[in-house]
């Protein structure tokens, strides 16, 4: 047993015992139960430039590991998504990099990956609101959903801020959206998501009114349902999933992305119903959404669903407001468990969480089970914290 001294936010002292990881297993067998993509984020270079506006310089054998890590434990990996900073740090050029390394890399090691596909390396000034705008959007989404397949990994077709620049009305949405699915080659996951996520998707789908948008996605989900493998929905609110759960077409998935209520919503209903999982907060807790799929998979969903709620308190405190900054989270945990060589964001994006709040997230995943190594753990929380100008003694 190790133990660590943290501050309390009241400014006083506490002594935090360590017990070590829960007893997790590797699955020695494919997941069947459910389908699961971890969003994984990426490593900078510990002397890269990662200053905001820097291009992304990335540590290529600590980001490939990080995936090789959940692929071990029977997720697959969602590459180049919100975690990887995709919008915030990661370019386009890094981003066509990462994709085709792990996709090269899932193919060796036989792991599921799908990638996102979204309009980021389009000039902002050219969605413009008219006909031009509409068709310069179209054009870079078909653009990364072909560079994506070709890489052979699925395709996230992601929300665009570009989209929500150029659509005046739900029908520009459903124009844009039908051409780009009508020149997939396979059926791709549509990304919903929320303005709590990034605030530049605020009115998605033509309105800010959830229901009104919800229509206009289902129509679109509906009139393409043969080219549209699963949706995936980060919007925070469990009801409104299991609503559109229900209305979706026969054979399309709804993968949630709701990283507060994933354990009920990833578990059966009353009436048999479930989610499958395209979650950040799996990237955190791999080893536990490994133990709860591998339980469904024996038909015990009492332990699935025990195993996901130890994890719930930790996934609503790494996405709470301003939940953009969860990634700054994941990647602490990934710093404290040694699995990165430093503590650094792409962009700077390591200063976007308090000192407070880490050590609560670093805390919380004690309590889970999901400190790898208590005495490296100790090591690292220890001098971090004292380089932030809080002894210990």
């Given at each position: ?353 308090s000192v407070l709040h880490l050590v609560r997230t670093f805390e919380l995943a004690a309590k889970a089970g999901l400190v790898a190594d208590p005495e490296l753990a100790a090591r690292r929380v220890t001098a971090w914290l004292a380089v932030h100008g809080w002894e210990a003694s």
């Open positions: 047993m190790s133990h660590v001294v943290l501050p309390t936010p009241a400014g006083g002292r506490r002594v935090l015992e360590l017990d070590g990881p829960g007893d997790w297993v590797r699955p020695t067998e494919p997941i069947r139960s459910r389908v699961a993509y971890a969003a994984a984020h990426v490593v900078p270079r510990v002397l890269a430039d990662s200053t905001p506006g820097a291009a992304a310089d990335i540590d290529w054998d600590s980001t490939l590991e990080l995936r090789r890590d959940l692929w071990s434990w029977g997720l697959g990996v969602a590459e180049a998504m919100d975690t990887a900073q995709r919008g915030m740090g990661l370019d386009w050029a890094a981003t066509r990099e990462l994709v085709e390394r792990s996709a090269t890399e899932a193919r060796r090691l036989g792991g599921r990956i799908a990638s996102g596909a979204g309009t980021d390396q389009l000039e902002p000034a050219r969605a413009t609101p008219d006909a031009d705008g509409l068709r310069a959007v179209t054009s870079a989404y078909r653009e990364q959903v072909e560079f994506v397949e070709a890489a052979g990994s699925g395709v996230i077709l992601m929300a665009s801020r570009a989209l929500a620049r150029a659509a005046r009305t739900p029908e520009d949405y459903l124009r844009v959206y039908d051409e780009v699915l009508d020149a997939a080659s396979a059926p791709v996951v549509l990304h919903w998501l929320g303005d709590m996520f990034d605030p530049a998707l605020g009115g998605y789908w033509g309105s800010n009114d959830l229901d009104v948008a919800t229509e206009t996605f289902l129509e679109l989900v509906s009139r393409n349902a043969e080219r549209v493998d699963g949706v995936k929905v980060s919007l925070l609110d469990a009801g409104h999933e299991r609503r559109l759960r229900r209305s979706l077409p026969e054979g399309v998935r709804l993968y949630t992305g709701d990283d507060f209520n994933y354990p009920e919503l990833i578990c059966d209903d009353e009436e048999g119903a479930h989610s499958d999982a395209l979650l950040g907060i799996f990237a955190a807790i791999a080893p536990a959404a490994s133990a709860a799929l591998q339980a469904l998979d024996r038909g015990d969903d009492v332990v699935a669903r025990k195993v996901l709620e130890s994890t719930r308190e930790l996934g609503r405190h790494v996405f709470a407001a301003p939940t953009r900054f969860y990634k700054t989270g994941i990647a602490f945990l990934s710093w404290v468990n040694g699995r990165q060589p430093g503590f650094s964001m792409v962009g700077g994006l390591s200063t976007g969480r």
